[in-house]
């Protein structure tokens, strides 16, 4: 898809600059992809990641805050159309492929959530290599055994699936020292992983603390984190 954002401050256009990157940067620092010399612009303000067709952008803990249609924003799926305001300046996206504004759904939401834990090189190092080629694998799916959300199961179809006592985890687990979010399940074509991000507490599968390299996950694998105990299994359907 073709994106560029529109740079203006009041009613003049300053630049355009294309989306090509996984990552863009905005802030007052000069080494930001797109640098806006402003006092009211954090040095480090936000940052655009591409991820798989969407386009989101995220509020990097700037003291201004970040608009989006005059809305404050943490994280967001951008649409066409849409204006951002940093500071003074407002950023215009621009979707070449998608002429027509359009809404964000609870579902995209939700799903941007879980992939937006992690920097795009972790992520890429995560998924590894993903070809279309490789034959399709049973849906991965959990089913909380004990936790905050005892009961209730999972499928795992998204690419990545958050695990910590973050508002933005799929899968709570509290603890003192749990990390927001502190595990992440991703899924390959070869299988289903779990790897450490952050937190003291690291999880465990089948009682071995696991750690920043990819741990695969086995049918019937049992995962625990803080007060969570959950088993990992594959429906008898591929994905």
Same mark, same amino acid.
């Given at each position: 898809?073709?994106?560029?954002?529109?740079?203006?401050?009041?009613d003049?256009i300053?630049?355009?600059?294309?989306?090509?990157a996984?990552?863009t940067t905005?802030?007052?620092?000069?080494?930001?992809?797109?640098?806006?010399?402003?006092l009211a612009?954090?040095g480090?303000?936000?940052r655009?990641l591409k991820?798989?067709?969407?386009?989101i952008?995220?509020d990097l803990?700037s003291?201004?805050?970040?608009?989006?249609?005059?809305?404050?924003i943490?994280?967001?799926?951008l649409?066409n159309?849409?204006s951002?305001?940093?500071?003074k300046?407002t950023?215009?996206f621009?979707s070449?492929?998608d002429?027509l504004p359009?809404t964000?759904?609870?579902?995209?939401?939700?799903d941007?959530d879980k992939t937006?834990i992690?920097s795009?090189?972790?992520?890429?190092a995560?998924?590894?290599n993903?070809k279309t $080629?490789?034959?399709?694998? @049973? +849906?991965?799916?959990?089913?909380i =055994?004990s936790g905050?959300?005892?009961?209730k199961s999972?499928? *795992?179809?998204?690419?990545?699936?958050s695990?910590g006592?973050?508002d933005n985890c799929?899968?709570?687990?509290k603890?003192?020292?749990v990390?927001k979010?502190s595990a992440v399940?991703?899924?390959?074509p070869?299988?289903?992983?779990?790897?450490?991000?952050?937190?003291?507490?690291?999880?465990?599968?089948?009682?071995t603390p696991i $750690?920043?390299?990819?741990? @695969? +996950?086995?049918?019937?694998?049992? =995962?625990?984190?803080?007060?969570?105990?959950?088993?990992f299994? *594959?429906?008898?359907?591929?994905s």
């Amino acid at each position: 898809m073709s994106n560029k954002l529109v740079l203006r401050f009041k009613d003049t256009i300053i630049s355009e600059y294309p989306l090509e990157a996984e990552e863009t940067t905005i802030g007052r620092k000069s080494e930001n992809t797109i640098h806006i010399d402003n006092l009211a612009v954090s040095g480090r303000h936000a940052r655009i990641l591409k991820i798989g067709n969407k386009v989101i952008l995220e509020d990097l803990g700037s003291t201004n805050g970040t608009l989006v249609n005059n809305k404050p924003i943490t994280k967001h799926i951008l649409k066409n159309g849409e204006s951002i305001l940093i500071g003074k300046h407002t950023l215009t996206f621009v979707s070449l492929d998608d002429p027509l504004p359009t809404t964000t759904s609870e579902a995209e939401e939700s799903d941007m959530d879980k992939t937006m834990i992690i920097s795009p090189q972790s992520r890429s190092a995560l998924l590894g290599n993903t070809k279309t $080629s490789a034959p399709a694998m @049973p +849906l991965g799916a959990v089913q909380i =055994i004990s936790g905050t959300q005892a009961g209730k199961s999972f499928d *795992l179809s998204a690419s990545l699936t958050s695990i910590g006592k973050g508002d933005n985890c799929r899968i709570k687990a509290k603890g003192f020292t749990v990390g927001k979010q502190s595990a992440v399940i991703t899924r390959r074509p070869t299988g289903y992983h779990i790897t450490h991000l952050e937190g003291i507490s690291k999880a465990k599968v089948n009682g071995t603390p696991i $750690s920043e390299q990819p741990t @695969p +996950l086995k049918d019937s694998a049992i =995962i625990e984190l803080g007060d969570m105990k959950m088993e990992f299994f *594959l429906r008898d359907e591929p994905s």
